[in-house]
């Protein structure tokens, strides 16, 4: 493979990662051009780094601004059907992923992260776990810190990195290479973004390409959805999962290549897809030589990430939980098979998914309370197998579910399965504010 020619490179976007390449290719003394969708927004932002904007949005300001490029590099959140991507190949100018020029500048170990669900707490699980062992490890990639930010952190001196590898950053990859790779699950995603399923899983798969045969490569066991990449890695194969697997969770304790590293119910969450996560982050830490009481030690005080079935609080023993992060119909059915009988809060900005598929949840829930843009096509989903109520606003579906759930029984979920941007900017924001509102509901009872 060529060696890419940086010597005037195009970023696209001025998001976080944006930024953060913009000012790795600066500090090495690259040209640089920025270009985005939206410029006046950023156009401050733009000027505090010292670059050029072009409004990527406009086709000749854009077929400008390649003129001169010797490389792309596009932010992650710039969709596969941006003219900028055809523009590019058209011209045969080179495009790159942030991770791509980390790779070129770093030799530093990277271990990576990919799934439809559970990446960010695997991530987060694995770099623990190092950390815990006495290696000076970063969670980086689809964080606060993108990887070409954390590489010249000079205070930290990072010794190995762990990469919370999405789609739209493997999806042009050529160069970046993990150590170890886990492809957690893979379930319809971001079709809005990719166009089709095979695009995207094609763009998950990336995370095997560029291993060697000493690499390890991480994988749920038997998984049938992943069959087509498990059976064509070059890297040495771990497998994860309940019952079976390199790395596994009996009923009792969670084994990991013939030793046990701690009883699950030392687990602090032990729900089915938490065992999965728990299981997948050992395979990880362990094939990269973390210590198994490190492992074990992290496993036994993790409690969960914000906005991923986050307990929020019990009212009249009632129990509410957040899970706005689950933003597919995969990663709702996941978190709420964990639960006896539930009240579920869903719905918002379908991302071109099957929401039918919440369907095989329905003996699991005592309602539905469905809220935003896809409301309409959730009533219609449970229509004949569970009671659905249609809600207006994020209170009177929290007044709603837990009407519910005082006659019936279960708790309140709030597990929308689809994105926020109709309501709120973000689901953390989405998040946040179901959780302000119990909180504000738990103040009222104990006032009463």
Known sequence: MNTPNLSHVLVGGLGLTGQAVIKALQARNHQVLAVDDHPQSVQETAR??????????????????????????????????HLLYQLADNSNTQVLSELDLAAMWDDRPCVAVTGTNGKTTVTEL???????SGMRAAAVGNTETPLVAAIDDKTNRYEIFVVEASSFRLDRVQRFRAHAAAWLNLSPDHLDWHGDFGSYATAKSKIWETQRADDIAVAPHDDPALAPWTSNISAQLITFGLGEGDVHCTERELIAHGERVL??????????????????????????NASIESVAEVLAQFDGLAHRLEFVATINGIHFFNDSKATTPHATVAAITGFEQAVLIAGGRNKNLDLFDLRRIAPKLAGVVAIGESAETLSQVFDGVVATTVAHSMQEAIES?????????GDVVLSPACASFDWYQSYNERGDDFKQRVFSLEREQLQS
């Open 48 to 81: 505090k780094l010292g670059v050029e904007l072009i409004d990527s949005a406009s086709a000749t300001e854009l077929k400008r601004a390649l003129l001169g490029a010797t490389s792309v590099v596009p932010s992650p959140g710039i969709p596969s059907h």
């Open 401 to 409: 579910a837990t009407e519910i759930a005082k006659v019936s029984g």
């Open 263 to 288: 009883k699950v119910s030392e687990l602090r969450r032990s729900r089915p897809h938490d065992q999965l996560n728990a299981c997948a982050a050992a395979a990880l830490a362990l094939s990269m």
């Open 126 to 132: 694995t770099s623990q776990m190092f950390s815990a």
